[in-house]
C-alpha cells in the first residue's frame, strides 16, 4: 500500500524567505508519480508541481521547485521568495498510474508579513 | 478556475436525508474520481468511473453510491445521512487512463453539513 507522510502539521515563515514542506512517502512500486496541491481557506484544491519516479531532475515550476531524493523516498516542495498569497494548507500526493491520489495529512503554512 | 465544476457550492440537510452531489469534468476527461474532505478522516479516495465504468473503489460507505452518465458527468449519491458525513466532497477528472503524467484536476467542491 501506498503512504505519504508529512510531518509538519504547521509553519510559520517570514514574507519574502525561502520555505521547504517535508514529504515522504512509502511504496514499493517502480513507477509513480508525486504531486503537491494547495488548498487556500477558500477550500479549492490547486495543482502545483509534478514528479515522476523517473524523471532524473527536480521539477520546477515557477517559484516551486521539488527537491526529490529517491534513495530516501523524500519529494520536499520548496517554495522561493514566499508571498502573503502562499498561505494555505499544502498537501503532498502519490499516484500508481490512473489510480487515486493518496494524499498526506498536509502542512498549513501561515507567511508572516 | 480549472475547468471542472461542482453543484451545489453548499448543502445542508439533516440526518436521515438523501442528497445528490454533481460533478461536470473538464472537457475530453473521460475519468473521474470522488474525494471526501474530513477533519478526521483527511482526503479519502472514494471512487474511479472512467467512460461510464467504475474502476476503482475506495473506502465509500455502503450508503453512498455513484455513477457516470454519457455525457460524461457524474453524481454522487449519499443516503441515510449521518452528522459525520458532514465533509467537503470533491470530484477530480484527468484525461487518459494509464500513465502516472495524469494529472487530476480538482472541482471547487460540495460542503456538505448534516445537521
Redesign the interface.
Known amino acids: 500500500a501506498q503512504k505519504i507522510t508529512q510531518t509538519q502539521p504547521g509553519m510559520f515563515v517570514q514574507e519574502k524567505e525561502a520555505v521547504t514542506l517535508d514529504c515522504t512517502y512509502d511504496t514499493s512500486d517502480q513507477?509513480?508519480?508525486l504531486?503537491w496541491?494547495k488548498q487556500p481557506s477558500s477550500?479549492?484544491?490547486?495543482?502545483l508541481i509534478?514528479q515522476?519516479?523517473y524523471d532524473e531532475q527536480n521539477a520546477t515550476e515557477g517559484r516551486y521547485s521539488l527537491n526529490f531524493q529517491k534513495a530516501r523516498k523524500s519529494a520536499n516542495l520548496v517554495i522561493s521568495a514566499s508571498q502573503l498569497g502562499d498561505s494555505a494548507m499544502y498537501?503532498c500526493a502519490m499516484?500508481?498510474?490512473?489510480?487515486?491520489?493518496?494524499?498526506g495529512?498536509?502542512t498549513r503554512l501561515t507567511i508572516i508579513p | 478556475d480549472?475547468g471542472v465544476t461542482q453543484t451545489p457550492k453548499h448543502l445542508i440537510t439533516a440526518t436521515g436525508q438523501r442528497v445528490t452531489l454533481r460533478c461536470s469534468p473538464r472537457s475530453g476527461d473521460l475519468?473521474v474520481?470522488w474525494?471526501q474532505q474530513s477533519l478526521d478522516q483527511?482526503?479519502q479516495?472514494l471512487i474511479?468511473y472512467?467512460n461510464g465504468e467504475e474502476r476503482?473503489k475506495?473506502n465509500i460507505l455502503e450508503r453512498f453510491s455513484a455513477q457516470q452518465f454519457p455525457d460524461l458527468h457524474s453524481e454522487l449519491n449519499l443516503s441515510s445521512l449521518e452528522l459525520g458525513d458532514s465533509a467537503?466532497y470533491?470530484c477530480?477528472s484527468?484525461v487518459?487512463?494509464?500513465?502516472?503524467?495524469?494529472?487530476?484536476?480538482?472541482?471547487?467542491?460540495t460542503?456538505l453539513t448534516v445537521l
Do not use: D, H, W
Open positions: 513507477s509513480y508519480g504531486f496541491y477550500g479549492e484544491m490547486i495543482f509534478y515522476g519516479s498537501f499516484r500508481r498510474g490512473n489510480e487515486k491520489l493518496t494524499f495529512t498536509g | 480549472s475519468s474520481y474525494y483527511g482526503l479516495f474511479q472512467y476503482a475506495g467537503l470533491f477530480a484527468s487518459l487512463l494509464a500513465g502516472v503524467r495524469n494529472e487530476q484536476f480538482f472541482g471547487p467542491g460542503r
